[in-house]
């Protein structure tokens, strides 16, 4: 049987061996007695949910996100350090959704609807984090099977994308409120298996995107408050507990904490001077938790501090202020293959208080028995919690220094959130693009006089699916850096 050849990134080849159909009359040949000709969706649910987790905090810690939010300075390589980035691969976000439908497509045959509900809260995290890399992106024809044979699919716009999922992540939590129970708990190595967990999930995410495109959706603030009206029917993050966040087991490279099986790429991205700084300012408890001190107080060049983070983009970072004795490393936790406090995160209850705190601060979402004030607290209170300094910042007057004291700017709360979210999200960097803040330092070699605003599509496109990239242009604009996606404009 000779079957059309189609680009990999959008139809599901990781398991296509396992359901591939024989030529009738070969069937009845085939099969071994003693394996089961079933393969159940809980079984890949376990796979999509680890590499979703694994994949999203390795580029936040490990990738452009991570230098482009101001977390990480890289001292070699330093190419994306100064924006240098160029086209940019999808296929693996592309081959996670491709598997994550599949599961769906068998819960659908099995009658499992748990999974299928589940599935859909994974599709629209992968969905929403591909169209804010690169704006306008194959969706509506991306994950069809290949009997389907499309082998072009066009690009849909991001102003029809996100309502999609929006729609998508609706459905999911209606979906695990009456079908809730049967979700297998050692496949769900998040969540237990607890249903209730997964639709406090879908609901915080719908309103980290409602946010990110309240500018251009009308709607958005509207269905918020929806969310906050009735909150035994969308129920959303309540604490820490709460938190989307997979554990790293540490017993391979492949279940562990990015870079820890070698000391030499762990020790090339150094903590920014902007973060570092921005904690000593606040005299910040979180800082040791974070950040080493250097080897050497003696011999500094610039700074003599106990704490010195790398600007980013300039000559020799290497060399920054004499040397490697002379600038901070990473605590020894990122460095370790497993760690409590260090685990692939998707969503926290922290960014969630501060997502509430600037829709209230604007003026434009109400939660009862909550301002804007006690939100902004609310989401720095669960870090400093996460990260076992709570009372050590509460006896320190951690809260009543000037710079940390509620003051009801915008710049101050998106301040507050980067610090929270350290390397644990790209959202610092996606809040820059929205909102101006942090204002983030260019360093005089940035190819770029401007933060990146997305991804440059993959070269592939032009050699796979020319007709529909060159469509996409005349409609999404220039395939650069600097231009802006629709939610942005």
Not at 129 to 148: C, H, M, N, R, W
Not at 253 to 282: C, G, H, M, Q, T
Request: glycine share 6%; hydrophobic share 35%; proline share 5%.
């Amino acid at each position: 049987m000779v079957m059309q050849r189609m680009p990999f990134k959008y139809y599901i080849l990781l398991f296509g061996v396992l359901f591939a159909s024989c030529k009738k009359g070969l069937e009845e040949i085939n099969v071994n007695p003693n394996e089961s000709e079933v393969i159940n969706p809980e079984f890949l649910l376990s796979s999509v949910l680890i590499k979703t987790a694994y994949m999203y905090q390795n580029e936040a810690y490990t990738s452009k996100p991570a230098e482009a939010g101001r977390y990480i300075t890289m001292v070699r390589n330093e190419g994306d350090d100064k924006f240098d980035w160029g086209p940019q691969s999808w296929d693996d976000y592309y081959s996670r959704l491709s598997a994550n439908r599949e599961m769906m497509d068998l819960a659908t045959k099995q009658n499992t609807p748990q999974y299928v509900a589940v599935g859909k809260v994974l599709e629209a995290f992968n969905f929403a984090y591909v169209t804010d890399l690169f704006g306008d992106i194959p969706y509506s024809e991306a994950l069809l099977l290949k009997g389907q044979t499309l082998s072009h699919p066009k690009y849909d716009q991001q102003e029809v994308i996100y309502p999609a999922l929006l729609q998508t992540l609706k459905e999911a939590n209606d979906g695990l409120t009456s079908n809730g129970g049967g979700i297998d708990a050692k496949a769900d190595v998040m969540y237990g298996g607890e249903a209730m967990l997964w639709r406090k999930f879908a609901n915080s995410l719908r309103l980290r995107m409602l946010l990110r495109i309240s500018k251009k959706y009308t709607a958005a603030f509207t269905e918020m408050q929806e969310i906050l009206n009735d909150k035994n029917k969308y129920p959303i993050f309540e604490s820490n507990d709460d938190n989307a966040e997979v554990k790293y087991l540490g017993n391979i490279s492949d279940d562990s904490w990015p870079l820890s099986n070698s000391f030499s790429e762990f020790d090339k991205r150094k903590p920014s001077k902007e973060i570092v700084d921005a904690l000593l300012k606040r005299k910040d408890p979180r800082l040791p938790v974070w950040i080493a001190k250097v080897d050497s107080l003696k011999g500094g060049t610039i700074d003599t501090l106990p704490y010195v983070g790398v600007p980013n983009a300039i000559s020799a970072p290497y060399d920054y202020n004499g040397g490697a004795d002379h600038i901070s490393r990473l605590s020894e936790m990122y460095a370790s293959k497993s760690n409590p406090m260090v685990n692939a995160t998707m969503l926290t209850y922290s960014e969630v208080c501060f997502i509430l705190a600037e829709c209230v601060q604007a003026g434009k979402v109400t939660v009862t028995g909550k301002t804007a004030e006690s939100l902004y607290y609310d989401g720095i209170a669960a870090s400093m919690k996460y990260y076992g300094v709570d009372k050590t910042a509460t006896d320190s007057l951690y809260y009543n220094q000037p710079l940390v004291k509620y003051n009801g700017t915008l710049e101050q709360l998106i301040g507050q959130k980067w610090i929270a979210g350290f390397i644990k999200t790209p959202e610092a960097w996606f809040d820059n693009r929205r909102t101006g803040f942090p204002k983030f330092v260019l360093g005089p070699l940035s190819s770029t006089p401007v933060l990146p605003k997305r991804y440059i599509y993959p070269t592939g496109e032009r050699d796979t699916n020319e007709d529909q990239y060159q469509k996409a242009l005349t409609v999404f604009g220039p395939d650069k850096q600097t231009t802006l996606m629709w939610y942005l404009k």
